[in-house]
Every structure is written in C-alpha cells, then in structure tokens.
C-alpha cells in the first residue's frame, strides 16, 4: 500500500486516463438522462489533476490524495467534481501516511461517509453512491483487484433498471429507468484503473 513516486506517478496517471479515454461514453449516458456534461466535468477535472504533476507525485499518498480532491472540487462544476473530490480529500484525511489494506478499508468507509452528507444520499438512490459501497464491501472482505474491478463494473450495470432520486436523472421520475447512471460508470473507471496499479 505505501506506494513509491513511480506508483504514486503511475496512479495519476491511470485514474486520468481512464475517464479521460471514456469521456465520450460518460457523456451519451448523461445525455440520456442528465445535462449530457459529465465526459466533459470528468475530463476537465483530471486533466487539472494531471497539470499538477510532477509536484503532485513528489507528496506522500494522503497528501496527493487531498490535493487531487481540491482540484476536483475546484476545477469541476456540477455535483460529481464536488461529490468525487470529496471522496479524494476525505480518504487523503483519513489515511495514515505508511498505510496498510486495513487502513484504506477503514478510510474508504470514512470517504463515503463524507459522499453521503455532502450529497445528502446514500446507496439505492442511482448515483455513484451505488458503486462505491459494494465496492467498499467486496475491499473489507479481501477481494482481489480482479473482485473489486468486476464488482465495480457490475454495480454501475446494477444501476439501470433503478429509479434515480439525486440528482439531474431524478427530474425525469420513472424515465431515468433503463439507462446506467453516468457517475456510476465514471466511478467504476476510476476504480478499476487503481486497483490495476496498486495490484491487491
Ligand atoms: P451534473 O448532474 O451537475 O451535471 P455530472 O453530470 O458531472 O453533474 O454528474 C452527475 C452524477 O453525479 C450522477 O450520475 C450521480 O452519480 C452523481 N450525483 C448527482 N447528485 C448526487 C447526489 N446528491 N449524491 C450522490 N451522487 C450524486
Ligand atoms: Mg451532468
Ligand atoms: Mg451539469
């Protein structure tokens, strides 16, 4: 878990590029059911996050966790560039700096946690809530990558046959059935890319 400059490097980069190479399909799901601008709020959001390197591998892992979370916040409108960069700075907060897997169980819960009140939310509501608390589960009982990344990515399906009660998709009632939530899917991304790097 205690990640050299290269890792850290490395994750950067990964998290980036897996939205910024799926910015196209993140913005025909929100088109669908959103303000069809959520490609385009992740894309704009890593691509700040990316600017900040080299400076930004130089900080130990909570720290560049943090600093990727206040550019999210800063640098993207809409609710996912607060929602997600909550989740980065509040796992940044919550992890000690020479971690271990336990730790980061523990600081995902406390991120999620941080999700729920900034969003006033919670799993259930087709957001990207829905992916990252069986995620979280499938991490506190040891699942490998393999594990985490294919329930990330089945968890973001899980989220089209469901009603959307937060958010720009919950204005549409009964119409936001039958498509994927978009932040589900950026979220899967985002966490299929680290769980490649950090190879649980
Ligand atoms: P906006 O909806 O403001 O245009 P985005 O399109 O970038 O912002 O992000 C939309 C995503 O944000 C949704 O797909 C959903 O996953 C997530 N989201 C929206 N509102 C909430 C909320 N209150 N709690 C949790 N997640 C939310
Ligand atoms: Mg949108
Ligand atoms: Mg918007």
Not at 52 to 81: F, H, N, Q, Y
Not at 92 to 119: C, H, N, Y
Request: zero cysteines.
């Amino acid at each position: 878990m205690s990640l050299d400059r290269a890792a850290r490097e490395k994750l950067v980069r990964a998290l980036a590029e897996s939205v910024i190479q799926h910015a196209d399909e993140l913005t025909s799901l929100d088109q669908a059911i959103g303000d069809g601008d959520h490609g385009l709020n992740m894309k704009r959001g890593f691509e700040a996050v990316l600017a900040t390197l080299p400076g930004l591998a130089d900080k130990s892992l909570p720290e560049m966790l943090k600093a990727i979370g206040m550019t999210l916040v800063m640098k993207v409108g809409g609710a996912s560039g607060p929602l997600v960069g909550t989740f980065f700075m509040e796992l940044g907060k919550a992890l000690p700096e020479q971690s271990i897997r336990a730790d980061l169980v523990a600081a995902t819960a406390k991120a999620i946690d941080a999700v729920k009140a900034r969003g006033r939310s919670e799993a259930g509501q087709k957001t990207l809530l829905d992916v990252l608390v069986p995620v979280q589960v499938v991490l506190a009982v040891g699942g490998d990558a393999k594990a985490i990344a294919a329930e990330a990515a089945q968890a973001a399906d899980r989220t089209t046959p469901m009603l959307a009660i937060r958010g720009r998709a919950s204005f549409l009632g009964e119409r936001s059935i039958g498509h994927m939530d978009p932040g589900s899917r950026s979220a899967s991304l985002l966490i299929s890319a680290a769980v490649k790097v950090l190879e649980f």
